[in-house]
């Protein structure tokens, strides 16, 4: 990443992966949330190691956030590479009661296996992956308000893990380890600070707000016009200067409180439906 140097928790991600490692064998199928807007950003670069060959759903929240469009051609992606997927919104609760019935179909293989044998269908058992800030608690207690209450503790799990029934079908594994996002590269640590899944002071202001503005320029100069009514092809500091002098608030430091204004308008959805990571 060149000069920008980042620290991603090294520590915090090698005991998470240990911790999820430990209980995957007790796991039917993972649901790996990520966000609509970074779906690829927003994936945990170890996800493919440690979960391995375990079934996968992944669910992309924040979707009335994110760019139709894309979010389209994202499922289309993830369902090539053999995972189940669905965009859903924790907040709202759009396509919560969906998740169940997806989840039986990637288990479908599984389900038909324990029926030859004989064996009575149990509650299927999932867990939740992801890096912080994609709505890992609001979409958990979402489930939780929908459905069941919490069914206790299992043999060979912590006491401070706890299974939760979200559905008469599944049960779910309510303190999965918290992976720690790895910054492989520029772009990935520019798209989490610019959607808030890491602080954005992380990273010089400037340098996100000079990413973004590019980014802008190349896919929604567009919704950028119909936001501030400044033509997005001006020189950067002149085109600053618009923006600010529109919020009245033109100060020495304009440049970069003119990034503030554009980030924070896209965070809030008044810049309209914007995918970060396109496809």
Known sequence: MGAIMIQWYPGHMAKAKKDITAILPLIDIVFELVDARIPKSSQNPLIDEIIQKKPRLVL?????????????????????????????DAISGYNINKITSIA???????????????????????????????????????????????????????KAQQWIRISPAIELLDTPGILWPKFADEVVANNLAISGAIKSEILPIITIGEYFLDFLRKH????????????????N??????????????QSDYYERAFQIIINDFQSMRLGNITLDQI
Do not use: C
Request: aromatic residues 6%.
């Open 237 to 250: 500091k002149e085109l600053a200067k618009e923006i600010v002098l529109k919020h009245g608030i033109l």
């Open 60 to 88: 992309m929240n924040k979707r009335n956030m994110a760019d139709p469009i894309q979010t389209k051609k994202w499922e289309k992606h993830f369902k090539e590479l053999g995972f189940g997927v669905l965009a859903v």
């Open 220 to 235: 929604y100069p567009t919704l950028f016009f119909q936001r501030y009514q400044v033509d997005i092809n001006l020189e």
């Open 104 to 158: 039986k179909v990637q288990l479908k293989d599984k389900i038909l296996r324990d029926e030859k044998k004989g064996m009575k269908v149990q509650r299927l058992r999932a867990i939740i992956l992801g890096i912080p800030n994609v709505g890992k608690s609001t979409l958990i207690n979402r489930l939780v308000k929908r459905r069941l209450t919490a069914v206790g503790n299992r043999p060979g799990v912590t």
